[in-house]
């Protein structure tokens, strides 16, 4: 089991950036892939990125370019460097590690962006 943690959430301009943090009760290296999600109001939960434990990453089209995902060395936290912000990535963002062991969510943490 882990627990996730996020932050670094809260208001931006557009055109603006933002990092946000998920850090990890435990090292995340046994995971099979940590991904950040994100639901914005009356919609549903949308995949934005994910790194696997092979450092392969992938992007939803919708922020390929714009936004990167990081990982520290320690393998305890991992990050969404966000930037060039619309109004549109107005959301909750969640961290997700998956893995033989189950899926665990974080809580959220909320960003939007004024235009």
């Known amino acids: 089991q882990v627990q996730l943690v996020e932050s670094g959430g809260g208001l931006a301009r557009t055109g603006g950036s933002l990092r946000l943090s998920c850090v990890a009760s435990?090292?995340?290296?046994?995971?099979?892939?940590i991904g950040w999600y994100r639901q914005a109001p009356g919609k549903q939960r949308e995949y934005v990125t994910s790194?696997?434990?092979?450092?392969?990453?992938n992007y939803a089209d919708s922020v390929k370019g714009r936004f990167t995902i990081l990982r520290d060395s320690a393998m305890t936290t991992v990050y969404l460097q966000m930037n060039n912000l619309k109004p549109e990535d107005t959301a909750v963002y969640f961290c997700?590690?998956?893995?033989?062991?189950?899926?665990?969510w974080g809580q959220g943490t909320q960003v939007t962006v004024s235009s």
């Open positions: 435990r090292s995340i290296s046994s995971f099979s892939a």
């Open positions: 790194i696997t434990r092979a450092d392969s990453t």
């Open positions: 997700n590690a998956y893995g033989t062991m189950g899926s665990y």
